[in-house]
């Protein structure tokens, strides 16, 4: 069973006991987060109808919070004599799953009768 799931601008694909590195959000190590499903699959069907998903959300619990590796930017223009090298680290949260929605019979044929 796994979710894809949005947060950042970015998306995700987890299932439970996962842990991953999102952008940085606004909360304690140790607090919980719910994070909206795009997309859920149990192995028999898969869920993308957005009315039924809009109920449905990821439990995940912050492990830390930190930065990630430093990214370079290099800027050259050639027979100019110029070059510049800056960087920066992104500051980063971790995340592991501790809950996944389930996708119930109901759900699945009201989302199978809407695509009819």
């Known amino acids: 069973m796994y979710a894809i799931i949005s947060t950042g601008g970015k998306q995700y694909k987890v299932a439970k006991g996962d842990v991953f590195d999102v952008e940085k959000l606004d909360a304690q190590p140790g607090d919980e987060v719910k994070l909206d499903v795009l ?15 809009a109920k449905k959300k990821v439990t995940c619990k912050v492990v830390d919070q930190h930065k990630g590796d430093k990214q370079l930017v290099f800027k050259f223009q050639k027979r100019k004599r110029y070059s510049r090298k ?27 009768t809407d695509a009819e």
């Open 39 to 53: 997309l859920l699959n149990d192995g028999k069907q898969v869920l993308v109808d957005a009315a039924t998903l």
């Open 86 to 112: 800056k960087g920066h680290r992104q500051n980063l949260t971790k995340l592991e799953v501790t809950g996944m929605p389930r996708i119930t019979s109901a759900a699945a044929k009201t989302a199978s």
